[in-house]
């Protein structure tokens, strides 16, 4: 059988009409605002939250400076007695 | 903006082209009314984008539908997939697990009712723009140039699309040994 035999059984659907109501609910749906707007409470929740993500973020990045761990890293060898150089003999 | 007089008659115009194209992406009724009545809402309020020159009426209604129409689709798709996940946070939930829609197209008669079922699930089956082309232009009888207008191609791409469609569709409808599943 050939392809076009199967798309002829479409040319069979026939044209329906839309529902009356259908107007209706378009008007209904054009006079009603898409999203409601957002509460006060909710912009203030998200500016505090932010600005908590930021400080503490501020707070981590001051908190662990290089020169700091540098100097953690020195008192360690140093309680270690370990050697801070590369020449493994003391030539 | 577009008149409230002025949008009704437009809407009486082209309400049974917009819900019968509809019909023919979701083969659902309600699905139908639902793009039926997304279309008119964007169709009022973007009237004042409408450029005359660039295109006519119909076609602008006709993209706008059919974008409606695969974009509905879309949302349709991804609803299935996390249907699981919604359920699970929401399990007092009416709503079935997978909302899928049932064969419902008014327009097909009972008689080739089992017929078109079977040829509209492999017709769903094929590529967003295949399955546009066919049901522009084999539902709709519309011509290729003007479907090649509302896809915004060239005629020669919506021939390619069809002949694409034709084979793609040949292979689904043909079972394993060789016959056709489908029989009119």
Known sequence: ?91 | MIADSQFETLYSNYKNLVYNLGLHYTQNTLDAQDITQEVFVKVFQRYHTYQPAAASLKTWIYRIAVNQCLDFLKARKTKRRFGFMTSLFSPRSNEPLQDIAHFDHPGVTAEYKEETALLFRAINELPVNQRTAVILVKIEGRSQKEVAEIMNTGVKAVESLLQRARQNLSKKLTNPKGKHLFIV
Do not use: C
């Not at chain 1, 973020?57 to 761990?69: E, M, R």
């Not at chain 1, 540098?70 to 370990?82: G, P, Y």
């Open chain 1, 1 to 91: 059988m050939d392809t076009d035999d199967q798309f002829d059984i479409l040319k069979k659907i026939r044209e329906v009409d839309a529902p009356p109501f259908l107007l209706t609910r378009i008007w209904e749906r054009i006079h009603t605002p898409d999203d409601e707007p957002v509460s006060v409470q909710w912009k203030w929740g998200f500016a505090l939250t932010g600005l908590a993500v930021l400080v503490l973020n501020i707070a981590i990045v001051l908190k662990t400076t290089p020169g700091q761990t540098i100097s953690q890293l020195d008192s360690l060898v140093s309680s270690l007695h370990l050697s801070s150089q590369n020449s493994l003999y003391d030539e």
